[in-house]
């Protein structure tokens, strides 16, 4: 960016995605293309096809490394298990689950969409009615965004998983993961989710360009019946290159792949419990800093506060586009802007992927002096001190370096 409009220092990226990429990662994705034929690719894939699998914490699972963004993984979880026609129940609680609606209605599967006012999760209870009501089984698949984007809400899977086995429904379970996987607590296995997706670009503080899915062996046994069109995200012919040890259907990015396997690297040295513990401290030490501020969390209840990010609702005489926009010009800072519904009503801090507790606070700190700056009558020094005062006695030593 700086390259383009240049100012001084470091961009202070605080998008909920595309975060911030580590140096390792961006050393290890430096390199020349090379032969995807070649037995060097094939050995390194299948150590990362083993390895993904801990992100989701699956042991049965399968994973597929397609070359995309998180659109082109939805599209994958959906044309392989399911058929036009096809009833699936999905829930509407912001911008991104109504993109994933939109995807489901264009390729034609017979959408149920349970929505509820933005900031609010997933309504269970709707859920729970429905299922009784199907004892007939018409509902095939069940898809649910985990960590909403656009609002700040995560959703409940064990809920949902809990709702489906007291009916004995045997709807697939289709979860988008894209900003909560590698951040957020999440269980494939044991909450019997049957597709699970994210995106490279998020906790995994990749550039955009990897949609990574994982399939349960109940969808892959439904990928052999679904009547979908599919083509470039065909789970089959990924299979085929599986079993035949080459990996690759078409020409993977070699970069990528690289960058990958530092990020995975990283990922386990810090440890993935740890890992989601940091991203619990940021998103505690945010929501603090927003209640000094005197302003609302998006997100309408404590159970669905998100650890990725937080909405913040400004008050009815700001735009919050213009506190986007001022963060930027002026302190070199990149917030998330209000999305569709909430447009002009809240602004996004991101606290996810390759991010400590200094790189928070400067965020913090940036943010209220804009909030001054646009006249919105902050306390300088107000959210910062709270944030600090929760992290100063939460931070634990880094574990390499005791």
Request: hydrophobic share 40%.
């Amino acid at each position: 960016m700086a390259d383009y409009v240049y100012g001084p220092g470091r961009n202070h990226l605080f998008v909920p995605g595309p975060v911030n990429i580590p140096d390792q990662v961006i050393r290890a994705m430096s390199r020349q293309n090379e032969d995807y034929r070649s037995p060097a690719v094939p050995a390194l894939t299948k150590t990362l096809l083993e390895d993904v699998k801990q992100i989701f914490k699956t042991t049965t699972g399968t994973p597929f490394l397609f070359p995309t963004t998180g659109t082109g993984a939805w599209e994958s979880a959906l044309t392989n298990t399911l058929s036009p026609g096809d009833k699936i129940v999905s829930f509407l609680i912001g911008q991104f689950s109504l993109l994933w609606i939109d995807q489901q209605q264009r390729l034609n599967f017979n959408v149920d969409v349970v929505e509820s006012d933005w900031g609010y999760g997933a309504d269970l209870a709707a859920l729970d009615y429905k299922l009784r009501q199907d004892p007939s089984h018409s509902i095939k698949a069940i898809c649910i965004v985990h960590n909403e984007t656009a609002t700040g809400v995560t959703n409940d899977l064990s809920a949902v998983r809990k709702i489906l086995d007291k009916h004995r429904h045997p709807a697939l379970l289709l979860v988008d993961g894209v900003s909560s996987i590698c951040a957020l607590d999440f269980r494939m296995d044991e909450w019997g989710v049957d597709v699970a997706l994210t995106g490279s670009q998020k906790a995994l503080s990749l550039p955009t360009g990897l949609g990574i899915v994982c399939a349960s062996p109940k969808a892959l046994e439904a990928s052999k019946t679904a009547k979908s069109v599919r083509v470039f995200f065909d789970w089959k012919d990924y299979l085929k290159f599986y079993k035949m040890g080459t990996y690759w259907p078409y020409t993977p990015s070699i970069q990528l792949l690289y960058g990958l396997r530092a990020a995975l690297d990283l990922i386990f040295e810090e440890g993935l419990e740890n890992v989601i513990k940091r991203h619990n401290r940021l998103g505690t030490a945010t929501r603090l800093a927003v209640e000094a501020w005197g302003l609302k969390n998006c997100t309408q209840k404590e159970e669905w506060f998100s650890d990725t990010v937080t909405a913040v609702v400004v008050p009815p005489y700001i735009d919050s586009a213009e506190i986007v926009k001022h963060a930027w010009k002026r302190y070199n800072l990149s917030l998330g802007l209000g999305l569709n519904k909430v447009a002009g009503k809240v602004f996004r801090i991101g606290h996810l992927g390759h991010l400590n507790e200094l790189q928070l606070m400067g965020a913090l700190s940036g943010v209220e002096m804009v909030l001054k700056d646009i006249g919105y009558p902050v306390k300088l020094g107000s959210g910062v001190a709270a944030a600090a005062a929760y992290l100063s006695n939460s931070t634990p030593l880094i574990p390499s370096r005791i």
